[in-house]
């Protein structure tokens, strides 16, 4: 280890990045209040909401020092990272990282760049964020760290891996790709077989020859165990938002699930959680819903539209429209029972991570949301047709038809994408909103 870029990293991060970010936070507090204030249709957020942004602003702030400190992975948002962070890494997710564009609205200049460099359109929006940031340098978080590792898992989509590839043939570093069989109905003992083998004979020989470091077993299940424990409380707070009014909508939600995707295995996110579940079990317990007036209730399916969230969000409330819950946000929490610590810790890895609910079957995601509607008394869906994420829509204009004449659950398409604002027409996606809402019956006033 380098020790004077050790040095540097702590003077930086404690020194200089902590006040830093307080002051940030203090901004944010002041911006917040402002947004809610008594004509907004919306109730003011946690108190937490400001230093979510402080949380995550510190990882990201951490990694502008971080090279020669620690070894770095850039990882997919489903990638086993227990393995690495046991090890040492530090990590970077790009996938949230174009979110983090996304949301703050500096993600189209970052696609133009991708998209003149060669990168087609037709490619998901994420890669065009991220390759763009890479090619010019340009990046919210300020840097990020040059990784000595990327780790894909095909969990979540084909796209990573040509993605992953890309990056591989441009940084010149390795590149471990962890393949999980597609789960039809329930996982099979040879498709976590063969994910072990792959966690023990591709992943492990190559993190610990960069981290420079054997593994050793306890690390791993303190970090499984952070991992669990996080992951339980955010199914315990998405819970809670089965009350009446919903004390969060998933425009609260999408924000606050960035730790539990880039933060996952650390103890403090596990406290960050903590105080989350503390704020909303207190809104529960007074009736406090995030909406002033809470008249119906929807399930989002897919993505978030990032760039628009503050208007969407505006927008439902001003009718009473709640969304108190997404298979998103929900798809994460839906992980904890998997995580038994009693058990062998790379059989534990490869089921969770051959669980996620884009590596399983359409039919799985329709179960899930019938069983979401009653579960969290809906009455009806949003599905967000996302241009960009194939696996995430595939077969969604079944699942509305399903949903209507099976189940009798009111649904609607939306079609738009994640980042990329040129597959987002207003004018359509507004006549699509009101006539739902007007088959809901809900009306100005
Ligand atoms: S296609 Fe979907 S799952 Fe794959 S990187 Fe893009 S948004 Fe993520």
Redo the contacts with the bound molecule.
């Keep these: 280890m380098n020790v004077l870029k050790k040095l540097k990293y702590a003077l930086m991060t404690n020194l200089i990045g902590k006040p830093y970010l307080r002051i940030e936070r203090k901004k944010s507090e002041k911006k917040i209040a402002k947004l809610f204030n008594p004509d907004s249709p919306l109730n003011p957020p946690l108190k937490i909401t400001a230093y979510t942004k402080e949380f995550v602003s510190s990882h990201y702030f951490k990694g502008r020092y971080i090279e020669g400190v620690k070894p770095v992975a850039w990882v997919t948002s489903g990638a086993p990272i227990e393995i690495l962070k046991a090890l040492g890494f530090f990590l970077i997710y790009p996938?949230n990282h174009a979110a983090l564009c996304g949301a703050r609205k500096v993600q189209m200049d970052l696609i133009k760049t991708a998209e003149k460099e060669g990168l087609s359109n037709n490619v998901?929006s994420?890669?065009r964020t991220d390759i763009g940031s890479l090619l010019s340098g340009r990046t919210p978080a300020g840097k990020l760290p040059k990784p000595d590792l990327l780790l894909a898992c095909s969990n979540?989509?084909q796209?990573?891996l040509h993605w992953y590839r890309m990056l591989e043939k441009h940084l010149n570093i390795p590149l471990v790709i962890i393949d999980t069989p597609f789960v039809y109905n329930e996982i099979e003992p040879h498709q976590v077989e063969y994910v072990k083998k792959q966690l023990l004979h591709s992943l492990l020989p190559v993190a610990e020859k960069i981290a420079k470091k054997s593994l050793k077993e306890k690390e791993l299940k303190k970090v499984i165990k952070f991992s669990k424990d996080a992951t339980e409380l955010w199914l315990e707070i998405l819970n809670l938002c089965k009350e009446k009014p919903s004390p969060l909508t998933v425009f609260d939600q999408f924000v606050f699930m960035a730790p539990i995707v880039e933060m996952r295995g650390d103890r403090e996110t596990v406290d960050y959680y903590n105080e989350m579940y503390k704020e909303v079990k207190s809104k529960v317990n007074t009736r406090k819903g995030a909406l002033k007036r809470e008249r119906r209730r929807l399930l989002w399916d897919n993505?978030p539209i990032w760039f628009k969230m503050r208007e969407l969000a505006v927008k439902m409330a001003e009718r009473g429209i709640s969304i108190p819950i997404s298979t998103y946000t929900y798809a994460w929490g839906e992980l904890a029972p998997l995580m038994d610590l009693k058990k062998d810790e790379f059989e534990v890895i490869a089921k969770v991570y051959l669980s996620p609910i884009?590596n399983r079957g359409t039919g799985h995601k329709l179960n899930t949301m019938v069983k979401m509607v009653k579960e969290f008394k809906l009455d009806g869906v949003i599905l967000h047709s996302d241009r960009?994420?194939?696996?995430?829509s595939m077969g969604q204009m079944d699942q509305r038809n399903r949903l209507i004449e099976e189940f009798k659950i009111p649904a609607m398409l939306l079609e738009a994408d994640?980042n990329d604002e040129n597959a987002y027409s207003e004018e359509q996606i507004a006549i699509r909103i009101e006539s739902f809402f007007e088959m809901l019956g809900v009306s100005y006033g």
């Design positions: 996938e998901c994420y890669v979540i989509c796209t990573v993505l884009l960009s994420c194939k696996p995430y994640q």
